[in-house]
């Protein structure tokens, strides 16, 4: 059975669609954030490492697919932004947008649903289009290229077994969101802290 699905993966790896479905999936990926485009990208780069796929390809394509992406979110943000305002989401991103500008679009590609929440937001609140294109550039790449080294490095090391490469490159980045997440909620905890009373002084003789 593994060797049927890995023979079908072989397949899919080799057609020249392949780079065509990247992209699909990745722009869907910025408004509709179940699609798989990370592991998807992650598999690609997986077999780029046994000559397969052409990983600068993969990663480029990627790329452009999540910078498309990000802009229809964006677009969408604009345009129905008042259906968002008090949505979980829309308060957090609104809220770090306040905080740390457009960088926080580079940082919210790696929190699961941040990405969308920000890009939502960054049309909902109007962010200058020229400013959230400049950051989403950056945003969109680092994660292509992330997640093209993921894989590659994981098919790397078992090169005679991509299958087990994929699962290292997927154990790789899951690991990675769990320490951001982990990061994320111990610092939201440390803000929210009461600082504790200072006592008056013992005047007492």
């Not at 290229?145 to 790397?156: A, D, P, Q």
């Amino acid at each position: 059975m593994s060797h049927a699905i890995l023979d079908l993966v072989q397949q899919v790896m080799s057609s020249p669609w392949l780079y065509v479905a990247l992209f699909a999936l990745a722009v869907l990926d910025g408004f509709f954030p179940i699609v798989p485009a990370e592991t998807s990208v992650i598999t690609a780069a997986v077999f780029a490492a046994s000559g397969e796929t052409n990983l600068a390809l993969v990663m480029v394509v990627a790329a452009l697919g999540a910078f498309a992406g990000d802009h229809v979110s964006y677009l969408i943000g604009r345009l129905s932004g008042g259906r968002l305002r008090d949505k979980k989401a829309f308060v957090w991103a609104r809220g770090a947008l306040e905080e740390r500008g457009g960088l926080v679009l580079v940082v919210a590609r790696y929190i699961p649903g941040g990405r969308t929440a920000t890009t939502l937001t960054m049309g909902a609140v109007h962010h200058p289009l020229r400013s959230f294109t400049f950051f989403d550039a950056i945003a969109a790449s680092s994660w292509a290229v992330y997640s093209g080294l993921i894989g590659f490095f994981g098919g790397m090391a078992f090169e005679n077994d991509p299958i087990k490469g994929l699962l290292l490159g997927l154990g790789i980045a899951v690991s990675v969101t769990a320490v951001v997440e982990i990061v994320r909620w111990a610092r939201k905890r440390r803000a929210i802290q009461p600082s504790p009373e200072v006592l008056p002084a013992d005047t007492s003789v």
